[in-house]
């Protein structure tokens, strides 16, 4: 039981390492701001 267990938590963890690497690969500073939102023009 234990080791089922264990398997199934590291598949959550490879899933979501998958998850964050997919989402944030090549961006330094995580997610880009949307471009259609105006800027503040103070």
Same mark, same amino acid.
């Given at each position: 039981m234990g %080791?089922?267990?264990l398997e199934a938590l590291?598949?959550?963890v490879i %899933?979501? &390492?998958i998850v964050w690497w997919t989402?944030?690969?090549g961006r330094?500073? &995580?997610e880009l701001p949307p471009q259609?939102?105006?800027r503040d023009p103070h």
């Open positions: %080791l089922i267990l590291l598949a959550l %899933l979501l &390492g989402m944030f690969q330094s500073k &995580g259609d939102e105006p």
